[in-house]
């Protein structure tokens, strides 16, 4: 089956409906420090199934890596969280430190932008990789070295023999990726998060970083969730999309539908700050004109009305609500586009 066939067949209400991987309601991020509170996520939902690949895009402080943290248990004390995050039936949100330490990386795993910072300097990439896997294991270090030369022939590292010996600074930031995408696949994980994982490489390594993570999702069966500023990427790559603003969904559809058939200003107005014809294949979220809001004072109304060119009087008084307005495609606005970018 095909990318598009899967998601076409995302969009049927069985395919919905069947038991979900991960299912995030309602949740809410809010840090207090220094007497500020600042609304991180503001009521997030969505629906991940097995084996899919989601991504999650919007400008810069939309809440992002703030919610895809929080279901690994990866927030600071100043978080106040609220709603519900279930993995498999099991609520994350509960999960005390001790629980999350025993879980952490075995159901869910994360590999963010800068492996150089992420990877241990003064450690060969093979005792890493092979601690990521005693971590999760009971077998003995002769099997859990053997598991990690697996591991780095499954990301496909050149010359993995070599590489196992080395260290961290011998490897171009395309391998060091590579590395941290086979610790992160030690335990096996049902879901990877990549947030931002490609992008501090050039585009061609970028390119053979995502399908990397195509291969692995088709041959593994993992979920992802991409977490990107890249339309381009969420295009190529993704069965469905969320696009988030001030901490909330504003659109969400499989990929083909939100491409073809925008009804969100917001999206539209990414989309369309970038001409068509000259849009390169990673094309990075365009800034548009104005602020995101405030996060320490919301308006009452949608918070993406100051900067809409759709938005009436209703907008900016009431919130509207994220519905399912097509079979599939979801968004939160008064006046929708007509379903054309
Ligand atoms: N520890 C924290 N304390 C206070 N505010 C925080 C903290 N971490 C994140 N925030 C705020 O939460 C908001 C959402 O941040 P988040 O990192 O999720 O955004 P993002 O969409 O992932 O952005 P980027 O693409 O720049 O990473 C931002 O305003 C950010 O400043």
């Known amino acids: 089956m095909s990318i598009?066939?899967?998601?076409?067949?995302?969009?049927?209400?069985?395919?919905?409906?069947?038991?979900?991987?991960?299912?995030v309601e309602d949740?809410?991020?809010?840090?207090?420090?220094?007497?500020?509170?600042?609304?991180?996520?503001?009521?997030?939902?969505?629906?991940?199934?097995?084996?899919r690949i989601l991504a999650i895009i919007g400008e810069s402080g939309s809440g992002k890596s703030v919610s895809s943290r929080a279901l690994m248990g990866l927030l600071p004390p100043t978080a106040s969280i609220t709603g519900s995050a279930r993995f498999r039936g099991t609520e994350l949100l509960e999960l005390s430190e001790k629980e999350w330490r025993k879980r952490r990386g075995a159901d869910i795993a994360m590999v963010f932008q800068d492996p150089a910072r992420s990877l241990n300097p003064t450690m060969r990439i093979g005792t890493q990789i092979t601690e990521a896997v005693r971590a999760h294991s009971s077998g003995d270090k002769k099997a859990a070295r053997e598991r990690a030369r697996e591991l780095l022939r499954l990301v496909r590292l050149p010359a993995p023999e070599r590489r196992f010996h080395e260290y961290p600074h011998q490897l171009s930031g395309?391998?060091?990726?590579?590395?941290?995408?086979?610790?992160?696949?030690?335990?096996?994980?049902?879901?990877?998060?990549a947030d931002e994982a490609t992008t501090a490489l050039d585009v061609t390594t970028q390119a053979q970083i995502m399908d990397l993570l195509l291969e692995l999702q088709q041959r593994l069966g993992t979920a992802i969730i991409l977490i990107s500023h890249d339309l381009g990427l969420a295009a190529s790559y993704a069965h469905e999309v969320i696009v988030m603003y001030a901490g909330r969904a504003v659109e969400y559809a499989p990929a083909r539908t939100l491409f073809d058939r925008?009804?969100?200003?917001?999206?539209?107005?990414?989309?369309?700050?970038?001409?068509?014809?000259?849009?390169?294949?990673?094309?990075?979220?365009?800034?548009t004109p104005g602020q995101p809001p405030d996060l320490t004072a919301l308006p009452p109304g949608c918070p993406f009305a100051p900067r809409c060119s759709r938005a009436g009087d209703d907008c900016h008084t009431k919130a509207p609500p994220f519905a399912e307005g097509e079979?599939?495609?979801?968004?939160?606005?008064?006046?929708?586009?007509?379903?054309?970018?």
């Open 262 to 287: 925008v009804r969100m200003p917001y999206t539209q107005a990414l989309l369309g700050a970038i001409p068509r014809l000259e849009r390169p294949p990673h094309a990075k979220l365009p800034v």
């Open 4 to 23: 598009d066939e899967v998601a076409e067949a995302a969009a049927t209400p069985a395919a919905r409906d069947s038991q979900p991987l991960l299912e």
């Open 174 to 193: 395309g391998m060091r990726q590579r590395v941290m995408i086979a610790i992160a696949l030690a335990a096996d994980p049902k879901l990877l998060i």
């Open 27 to 51: 949740l809410r991020v809010r840090f207090d420090a220094r007497g500020r509170r600042v609304n991180a996520v503001n009521g997030l939902s969505y629906r991940l199934a097995a084996g």
């Open 327 to 341: 079979p599939g495609h979801w968004w939160a606005c008064w006046h929708p586009c007509e379903g054309a970018s």
